[in-house]
């Protein structure tokens, strides 16, 4: 069952190893820092078999600095607990794209990426590619 606070929402896939997170319109920082911790109290489980994080910014508005600066705490929270791969399902949106390569990059885990329109591109990406 799907959790939701303000503009997020967050679910996992069920029989993978997959934490799904959509967002509508324009987030914040609580909202930001609530997602974070969500998603890590969903994967708490697979932290030493490793797991995938999906973002679905297809309907979300570009972040702020400073909301970009707590993505970027994300990122490195979800590597600390396990998460191999970050696949992001951006619609048709460049500015979504260059934002979430830019925090993936702001963060200095290394942790593979990819870019996709839409969440189905991802989870075949994270099946063939990644094997989760």
């Not at 969903?42 to 973002?55: D, F, L, M, Q, V």
């Not at 260059?98 to 839409?118: D, L, M, P, Y």
């Amino acid at each position: 069952m799907a959790k939701k606070n303000g503009a997020q929402t967050v679910e996992t896939i069920q029989g993978r190893k997959i934490v799904l997170s959509s967002g509508v319109g324009k987030t914040n920082i609580d909202e930001l820092k609530w997602l974070t911790e969500t998603v890590l109290d969903e994967a708490k489980n697979w932290k030493s078999t490793g797991w995938a994080y999906i973002a679905d910014c297809s309907q979300m508005s570009p972040v702020s600095p400073a909301e970009g600066g707590e993505l970027v705490t994300m990122t490195k929270k979800f590597v600390e607990a396990g998460c191999k791969a970050f696949g992001f399902a951006e619609g048709k949106s460049i500015m979504l794209k260059i934002q979430a390569q830019k925090n993936t990059e702001r963060s200095q885990t290394g942790v593979t990426e990819g870019h996709f329109q839409t969440v189905e591109e991802v989870l075949e990406w994270l099946k063939n590619d990644i094997n989760i």
